[in-house]
């Protein structure tokens, strides 16, 4: 089956440690995405890239990092710069050709730091 | 990117049709339209997409007018299974694909 999978589904950690949440995808797109969601909120983008060997900070980027060595994964970091991790945290990949805004989004990994 | 405006909630019972409308008065030329369907602890799912006129699908259809300024999302015949989050979303074929989501309309459909 093709998809995106993220792991873990649940995450705790301590405060002041960095923690790595994975994407991989096997649909052959080009570009994918981390967003960030706050309970009874929208998404918001946080890293984002088109291509592999590189990435677009979004607009809640700091705290957080990223890299894409490969076409089928892009994972992201957070880092103990973040003050706020606690969060749901979404993948999604899309294709970069043609018009279409239709983003597949991963199953997300829920962190929780304390 | 466009800024969007919908509604935060929508009441619905079972069987009615839904119409999610959505502002976006800043549209640019090439923007698209575009909406989603979030369930609780889940990823969003694309729903429909347009840039003008009517689409249809097996799912929804949305409606934009001439002006391009708004857009209708029209659920047919809601079940208790399409209360979720709606999203609408409006950008660009070009450069960054990145989506802006908003708050989104939480739908609940009743028995």
């Known amino acids: 089956d093709g998809g995106i999978t993220q792991s873990p589904k649940y995450l705790f950690r301590k405060e002041g440690q960095n923690v790595t949440l994975s994407c991989e995808q096997n649909l052959n797109h080009d570009a994918m995405y981390w967003y960030r969601q706050d309970p009874g909120q929208g998404l918001r983008l946080i890293y984002y890239?088109?291509?592999?060997?590189?990435?677009q900070k979004g607009d809640i980027a700091e705290g957080y990092s990223v890299s894409r060595e490969k076409k089928e994964s892009f994972p992201l970091t957070v880092t103990s710069a973040q003050k706020n991790p606690t969060a749901f945290y979404l993948c999604a990949s899309s294709t970069n050709r043609g018009p279409s805004y239709e983003q597949y989004f991963g199953p997300g990994t829920r962190l929780t730091v304390t | 990117l466009a800024k969007t405006t919908q509604p935060i909630s929508m009441d619905s019972y079972e069987g009615q049709e839904v119409n999610i409308t959505c502002s976006h008065n800043n549209i640019a030329t090439n923007d698209y339209i575009t909406w989603y369907q979030q369930f609780p602890s889940q990823g969003p799912r694309f729903i429909i997409q347009g840039y003008k006129t009517k689409v249809t699908n097996e799912v929804a259809s949305l409606f934009i007018p001439a002006d391009r300024k708004s857009s209708t999302l029209s659920l047919p015949r809601v079940s208790l299974s399409d209360t979720a989050v709606y999203y609408c979303?409006?950008?660009?074929?070009?450069?960054?694909?990145?989506?802006?989501f908003g708050s989104g309309t939480r739908l609940q459909v009743q028995p």
């Open positions: 979303l409006v950008g660009a074929g070009t450069g960054r694909r990145a989506l802006t």
């Open positions: 890239s088109q291509i592999v060997n590189d990435f």
